[in-house]
């Protein structure tokens, strides 16, 4: 096999630094492998390691610091028979760190080759999170405050199902390499080498010290047993089975004559959990049934099964404008939140507003007129009240009738207990209404 | 055929569907989430990936990768969200990747309101990313837009191969309305153009064209990206006179066709002294206000913008020529005014916003167009 270094672009790194000999390794290690240029991507980020993609002929992706594996997951998705290799290095490690854990955890078939050099070379020898605390670099005393990190353990702790440390001068560095991006997962290669032009200045080191080093550190040689399991993306292609084609949306079709030819707006007071949005909905659909049209615009706190559920309905006969409700012509209060959250809404009644009232809410004063309902006490559960209200208006034909909601019901709620609420619906022809102004 | 009852966010997936979105990844935000749950439910089966991020930075980067190897890429968040993507917005923007983006607006600043609408970031979409070129933003008024202009932002961001976002609102984005299929518009779908022959440079362009063709990381001919300066060839380059050929070129090839993607509507009408500018969920206050100011025998007209970014100079100055002032209407405090200032010159120039969280109502408009 022929190399894939860039024939133009001949590699120019410090004297003596290890990136130099992780480039010819990688080559080899596709050249092992009988990789083209056009069967690989190599993503990397900034940094010294950034300059990898441009001296490969291959295709490449070059892109903001640590987030060179965020890039190779979406070509890799894309393109799955394509070879992804990340090159990082351990400043992209440290900024990237949500990535990485990310990586882990998915198993998407990427190689991850860290270019492990124990700090930022190209900003000035800054630390990086696998600096040692005991080494001199040039962010003063900050580094030996700080446990540098084991990438390693990590990354195995992460769910990466294969991981290696590695001095880059190991002969069988390329095998090495080779191996891993053979891999069928994710796998990681912390690799080690040496920054003459900011790091072993101060911090002098040798090739033969790193093999010392690492054979100290807790080994890693490749597959991690624990974490083997299937690779992400063939997962994920057998969980959406071949593409169905041809799934055109349906929308309803108008099938009633509306009860009401006028704009209505409807308001439902009440309290998380209480199908407040649910009634609404269905509300609205039966109202399309009749051809009329709908907005319908939800208030509820972020913290769910808590709170005030507040659900406003415009139902026109005429396109709607504006969403807000300006004049109510319903106003269903279910529960004192609704009701306080949304206090403004008593004082644009009118005195053929109509309140359908749980027996025991308490609401501001207004002109409107009070129809006050015991749910309660005819056994209707917190949950149905909300409904029930709805039949309660359907009952009296506006703004929309019975056969509409059922309709609606068993259009909507195909296989998903319409039995239940129709009985809720049902069970309402007993609810004495008490009326007030 | 028939009538959905569907949220501006569930329009935004149909509409990104239909345009040949194939890849949509996301992190959860509300109320930008319904978005990514849409899409999870239609996407995969219909051919497609979903990707939920570990963060926001991941969604938009999962993104361009899959841009860069030839798919229909979409994101969708919210304020917070949108702050994350800057780096790789200014990436799309350098690399010229197509992208769209749905920023579903909440109440702001910083994590905000999270169920309340607002328009709080229109000047940060145009100005938050490094380096400070154009980008190209669509704002919908409503379920009806929300599909339409989606296939825009996918047609626009692979003609210019640039980012497209979509201004929505959580009061667009969240909201329900009913929508007859038989009445969507549904504009043709577009391709980014690919080279086809000859030695590929991936950033070089023909002669007289500002748009360089496309070919995709994964082909049969390797093909360079980068986030760097760069030249035709996708390589880092320090000549000055290569670098700014090149991000004159990434200004123009926007700006330029500017005219060709201006989507408005203007309400003239007869008598007008006043033209109300608004944009968004606001137009459709604005658009109660006038007819209510009809009714009243005060004739205001309304132009709505729909799109925000570049600024539609032309539409702006033709819609308010023989008025006595215009009134810009948002909710915000005052952002996309100083655009109508700038174009409108010495023209009196009056503003109504705010950022409570609430609509603005028709009332209050109406009551802002009669203070004289």
Known sequence: MNSLLNPTRPPVFCPGCSHDRSLRVLDEAFQKLGLKGNEIAIVSDIGCSGLF?????????????????????????????????????????????????????????????????????????????????????????????????????????????????????????????????????FSLVDLWGLCPGRYTKRNPMSAKDIHTIIRELPPFDGPVAANARREYGSHYREKCGPPVTGQDITGMEVN??????????????????????????????????????????????????????????????????????????????????????????????????????????????S??????????????????????????????????????????????????????????????????????? | MGILFIEGNEAVAMGAIYAGCRFFAAYPITPASSLLSVMLERL??????VIQGEDEIAAIGYCLGASMAGMKAMTATSGPGISLYSENISFAIAGEIPIVIADVMRQGPSTGSATHGADGDIQFLRWGSSGGLPVIVLAPVDVRDCFTLTVHAFNLAEQFRCPVFLASNKEVGMTRESLDLATLIKPPVVERIRHTSGPFLPFAVKKGEDVPSFLPIGGAIP???????????????????????????LQRKIESHAEAFSFFQLEQREGARTLIVAYGVTARAAQAACLALQEKGVPVSLLVLKTLWPVPERVLSEAAAGMERALMVEMNLGQYVHEVRRVLGDKRVDFFGKMSGELITPEEIVREALYE
């Open chain 2, 223 to 249: 093909v360079r990206q980068t986030s760097s300066t760069h030249g035709a060839e996708g390589y880092i380059t320090t000549d000055p006179v290569v670098i700014q050929a090149t991000v004159e070129r």
């Open chain 2, 44 to 49: 995969p089966g219909a051919g497609g990936i």
């Open chain 1, 367 to 437: 002109d409107a007129c009070i129809c006050e309902i015991d749910f309660k006490a005819h056994g209707f559960s917190k949950a149905e009240w909300a409904l029930a209200a709805i039949a309660v208006l359907a009952r009296a034909g506006d703004p929309v009738t019975m056969e509409m909601l059922t309709s609606a019901l068993r259009q909507t709620l195909q296989g998903r207990e319409p039995q239940e609420a129709l009985a809720v619906l049902e069970r309402t022809s007993l609810l004495p209404v008490e009326e007030r102004k």
């Open chain 1, 256 to 365: 009633f004559e509306p009860p009401v030819k006028a704009r209505r707006e409807v308001v439902l007071l009440g309290a998380a959990g209480e199908r407040i949005q649910s009634a609404g909905l269905l509300l609205a659909h039966a109202s399309i049934l009749a051809g009329m049209h709908v907005t319908q615009k939800n208030d509820y706190d972020i913290t769910v099964l808590r709170g005030p559920s507040i659900s406003e309905l415009i139902i026109s006969p005429e396109p709607i404008i504006y969403t807000g409700v300006e004049k109510p012509d319903v106003i269903v209060a279910l529960s004192r939140e609704g009701v306080v959250r949304r206090r403004d809404i008593f004082t644009k009644t009118r005195p053929h507003t109509r309140v359908i009232l749980a027996r025991g809410v308490e609401i501001p004063a």
């Open chain 1, 53 to 185: 993609d441009t001296y490969f002929h291959t295709h490449a992706l070059h892109g903001l610091h640590g987030r060179a594996l965020t890039y190779a997951a979406g070509i890799k998705l894309a393109c799955p028979q394509l070879k992804v290799v990340v090159a990082m290095g351990d400043g992209g490690l440290g900024i990237g760190g949500a990535h990485l854990l990310a990586a882990c955890r998915r198993n998407l078939d990427i190689t991850l080759i860290i270019l492990n050099n124990f700090n930022f070379g190209m900003t000035g020898g800054q630390f990086s999170c696998t600096t040692p605390a005991s080494a001199s670099v040039a962010s003063g005393f900050l580094n030996i405050l700080e446990k540098p990190m084991d990438v390693c353990s990590v990354a195995a702790a992460a769910g990466a199902p294969y991981v290696e440390r590695a001095s880059v001068y190991r002969k069988d560095s390329a095998e090495l390499l080779a191996r891993a991006i053979a891999f069928e997962g």
